[in-house]
């Protein structure tokens, strides 16, 4: 019955991001549609024809009342229809995003992955060695790189690592003399183009971890049923297992969350390194105003991260017995 | 009467404010980074006035550090520390702004809806839960892009106005914990009302966490707007990290030198550094909120 | 005087889809008077830190009227009338959680009084040493430290003189000394009675120590409560040398008597069982019945009501053993 709830409340979630992005670009000083709309007009462009451009870029008539605007809106986007993009000219939205995701599905889920572990290593280490020169000097790290933007890692590696030591190749996510497809040449252009931004993900992220990590290991360490394991006589293995299956369970929210930190991240690593992601898309399209593309990036990015709120919920109340209902 | 019992708790506050942030060489550390960054904030048109600091100079394009440009010069021959020391003002003064706008919304949202409850908690929390679950920075981007925002509120409402919505349910759910404690009952049997609940029983005991969160807002925002300009998408203001790194990426072409190496990295430092600062003071702020934590030396 | 009427406090428990409603205190009627004390004695679970609650006007009763010196302390709305409400104070069980641990003892004391204006501003140090001195505390001591500065002992005691800032008519003292060191308890006892009778103060002692009870209700009033049910009332005395609820007998019997033959033993009644029935599932007649020994026919009916001895007028019992019993004899 939970499910039902929660499942309702996301698409409640949805539709309000959707109506939110509607009335924040129809309604808001600047609203890009009437822009363009009188900038035809000024141009000399005849306003039935005007219109009718506007038309095909945006999927709305200017003169039609809000409302209708809206309806259209939500009709259109419930049939898969984001509109057209204005800087590939005439290309539908939907496609263009569905072409540039896998890179970035690719980089960031390695990226998170190997944080995650990073994280989860240094995390228990800090919190067995707690309060010992190593507690303090790991912990302010991690707290620094905890929040660091991806911009500031990503500039910092492609720098040092393409121009001072040009170790790495740059731009693009493989090379030019490779085919695509599934070959040999091409999976080692990728990887090898890959570790960069995915060195950047990694060490925009582990701080979080690291720290979340730490304290629900020192949380658990202070746990009766650990004290007991030491007591029963347990090896060191076994109690760390006992430990890390414990203080992993609360990161799992987490781990979740990150994600829309992480698309986030995403724009700025994609743009440095120019790989043909959505982040990539988006950073474009913002600095072009392609307001169909932006709006789209935008609804698929919020839609994707609220439904994945809601399956790590549920996933998380059938691994931990303590809050199945 | 009432006079000397003020003054004499409010010097041994501030004797032991002295003595939190000096008891640890790191808050040392972190008290003096601060300091250089508002000194540069405050000051720095003084030291470099823009006027002449921030002139092109074609003959000293990507030179390295001198004792005339401690940091280097630009591409365009334009010594790096100035723009450094320049864009500090602008930076903060948007970080703390926007700060200061997460910390009264995220407060405010969090302590009606958990206080009054029912419907109108209802609400709140599920428009705090859309703000929640977008990812933000698409969302700042989408806001900036149609704004096209470059005066320095506009900036602030923006970076506030994505934001508060984490902060404001940790209130809550504070709150909600707090309020359920006998002290607050107590307040209640004494006949306070509830707005004297709110501000003067419960707010009290959540000021660490507020003040911590005010200063972590302070970097997370200067992230973005950086981050913002550093796309392009914020029209520019010519002095700022941003711009700086906006221009090393995508203008300047100094990624395709390595002279450029303090031009680059300047920046990044810059952010680095304040960050780091703001870490070292957050656990000298902990104890100052929370009397539980001091270390009270002669009174018992 | 402080009375309650036919008090009765439901709470709705969430069970799956549904709720159920259990009765917390049910058709509970007392009453203290200035200067007086009443002890209401029972074990944990029984209602009594809700009928504390309802009595100082902090936990509105779902049906049944609080009266203050004859002023309803909840209005129509069941939300509590101010004036009344001041006139009741609830001294809490732990004084830890009791003290906002961000305030010092000014802080704490001087809110309740610039919040009513209850002292002219340049007073309120001048207020808050009083307030302390009463409560046998030193001013200059303990005015400017914070809760976790200060001894279990004078913690309580600054949570009394919180109390007394507003100047109440009436304490609800909630097992006010079950936190404070054993060695200290008798001076806590002392200072809570030595105040009410200096102030002229009513008041209600909730425990679930009969030893505790009869030294604070010497000459007062004993309630035994038992599942949200007063099964006993009467004077302090009488309850204790002469108890007739089977219940009230149990629990006088189960004080451990510093010499042999002394204590409270009346009769040697061992309950049926340890269990005390669910509040979701009572028993439908008396909620004694499944535990009592002495039960019979009538008791498994319907729950008997408290009725006065037809001997002694000022003692109340609900059983229908001890009522039965002296109609006939």
């Not at chain 1, 009766?224 to 414990?246: C, E, M, S, V």
């Not at chain 2, 807002?217 to 707007?225: C, H, L, M, R």
Request: hydrophobic share 50%.
């Amino acid at each position: 019955m939970r499910v039902v709830r929660r499942f309702g409340v996301s698409l409640l979630m949805i539709w309000m991001v959707m109506t939110i992005t509607f009335f924040m670009i129809r309604l808001m000083p600047g609203n890009p549609i009437m822009d363009a709309y009188l900038s035809l007009l000024q141009q000399g462009v005849p306003s039935q024809e005007a219109m009718a451009q506007i038309h095909v870029l945006y999927d709305v008539y200017p003169n039609q009342s809000v409302l209708t605007q809206y309806v259209l809106y939500v009709w259109h986007l419930l049939h898969g229809n984001f509109g057209t993009s204005i800087v590939y000219a005439g290309r539908p939205v939907l496609p263009l995003i569905l072409a540039s995701a896998p890179w970035t599905l690719m980089l960031v889920s390695i990226g998170i992955t190997i944080s995650f572990f990073i994280g989860l290593f240094l995390g228990v280490l800090i919190a067995l060695n707690r309060n010992t020169w190593f507690d303090n000097v790991m912990s302010q790290i991690a707290s620094i790189f905890h929040g660091i933007p991806n911009y500031v890692t990503g500039f910092i590696f492609l720098y040092f690592f393409t121009v001072m030591l040009p170790w790495f190749p740059f731009g693009n996510i493989y090379g030019n003399t490779v085919t695509p497809g599934l070959n040999f040449p091409f999976i080692a252009s990728v990887a090898y183009h890959s570790v960069l931004p995915i060195a950047a993900y990694v060490f925009g992220a582990f701080g979080t971890w690291t720290l979340s990590t730490k304290s629900a290991a020192v949380a658990v360490l202070g746990d009766d049923f650990i004290q007991a394991d030491k007591i029963r006589g347990l090896t060191p293995g076994q109690q760390l297992d006992h430990l890390i299956h414990n203080s992993v369970l609360p990161l799992f929210t987490g781990f979740v969350l990150s994600l829309g930190m992480m698309f986030g991240g995403a724009v700025f690593i994609e743009e440095t390194f120019t790989i043909p992601g959505l982040g990539y898309l988006i950073a474009q399209s913002t600095s072009q105003r392609d307001y169909p593309v932006m709006q789209g990036c935008f609804l698929l990015l919020s839609s994707a991260v609220i439904l994945a709120n809601f399956l790590a919920d549920m996933l998380y109340s059938r691994i931990d017995p303590r809050i199945r209902v | 009467m009432i006079l000397a019992a003020s003054t004499a708790s409010r010097q041994s506050r501030s004797s032991s404010l002295a003595r939190i942030f000096l008891s640890r060489p790191i808050r040392v550390i972190g008290l003096a980074i601060i300091a250089l960054y508002l000194f540069m904030a405050i000051f720095g048109p003084v030291i470099f006035p823009p006027s002449t600091a921030l002139v092109a100079n074609p003959a000293k394009v990507y030179q390295g550090p001198s004792w005339a440009d401690p940091l280097g010069t630009d591409f365009q021959g334009v010594s790096v520390l100035a723009e450094i020391v320049l864009g500090a003002r602008g930076v903060l003064m948007v970080g703390v702004g926007a700060a200061f706008f997460i910390v009264v919304v995220g407060v405010a949202v969090g302590l009606i809806a958990g206080f009054t409850g029912g419907i109108v908690d209802a609400i709140l929390m599920r428009i705090t839960d859309v703000f929640i679950a977008i990812p933000q920075f698409p969302l700042l981007l989408l806001v900036a892009t149609i704004l096209n925002a470059s005066s320095p509120g506009l900036i602030i409402l923006m970076l506030g106005l994505t934001t508060w919505g984490g902060l404001a349910r940790a209130i809550r759910s504070q709150v909600l914990s707090l309020r359920e404690r006998d002290f607050v009952e107590a307040a209640r049997g004494l006949g306070l009302g509830t707005g004297t609940i709110a501000l003067r029983v419960i707010l009290p005991n959540m000021l660490s966490y507020v003040a911590m969160n005010f200063l972590v807002s302070i970097t997370g925002a200067i992230y973005a707007e950086v981050g913002l300009l550093f796309l392009g998408v914020t029209p520019f203001t010519p002095d700022n990290w941003g711009v700086m790194l906006h221009e090393a990426d995508s203008v300047a072409g100094a990624l395709y030198t390595r002279k450029s190496v303090f031009y680059v990295i300047s920046p990044l430092m810059a952010i680095l550094l304040l960050q780091a600062g703001i870490i070292f003071i957050l656990g000298g702020l902990d104890e100052v909120f929370n009397p539980r934590l001091r270390k009270t030396g002669a009174t018992q | 005087m402080l009375r309650c009427i036919d008090l009765v406090k439901q709470f709705r428990l969430q069970r799956g889809w549904s709720s159920v409603a259990i009765t917390v205190l049910n058709h509970v009627s007392l009453s203290v008077g200035p200067n007086q004390v009443l002890c209401i004695v029972g074990e944990s679970g029984c209602g009594k830190t809700t009928l504390g609650k309802t009595l100082a006007g902090l936990l509105p009763p779902t049906r049944g009227q609080v009266l203050v010196d004859e002023e309803s302390l909840f209005d129509q709305r069941q939300k509590p009338v101010a004036s009344a409400a001041l006139k009741v104070q609830m001294v809490h069980q732990d004084p830890f959680s009791a003290l906002n641990p961000v305030h010092t003892v000014y802080e704490e004391l001087s809110l309740p009084l610039k919040y009513h204006h209850l002292v002219p501003a340049r007073q309120i140090t001048e207020e808050c040493e009083r307030l302390l001195t009463l409560t046998g505390l030193e001013p200059n001591a303990v005015l400017h430290k914070y809760p976790h500065e200060l001894s279990g002992g004078q913690r309580q005691r600054v949570v009394l003189a919180r109390a007394l800032a507003v100047r109440p008519r009436y304490l609800i003292a909630d097992e006010a000394v079950s936190m404070v060191d054993v060695s200290s308890r008798l001076i806590m006892l002392d200072l809570f009675l030595s105040i009410a009778e200096k102030e002229q103060i009513g008041l209600v002692f909730i425990t679930h120590d009969f030893g505790l009870a009869r030294y604070v209700a010497v000459d007062g009033t004993i309630a035994v409560m038992y599942l949200g049910r007063i099964v006993e009332l009467g004077p302090t005395e009488t309850v204790i040398h002469q108890p007739q609820h089977p219940y009230t007998q149990i629990l006088l019997s189960s004080i451990p008597p510093l010499q042999a033959g002394e204590g409270f033993t009346v009769s040697k009644l061992t309950p049926k069982s340890f269990d005390v029935p669910s509040l979701e599932l009572l028993p439908p007649g008396c909620g004694f019945e499944p535990r009592c020994p002495l039960a019979f026919g009538p008791c498994r009916q319907s729950p008997p009501s408290l009725t006065r001895l037809s001997q002694d007028p000022s003692h109340e019992v609900a059983c229908y053993g001890t009522t039965t019993a002296s109609a006939a004899s």
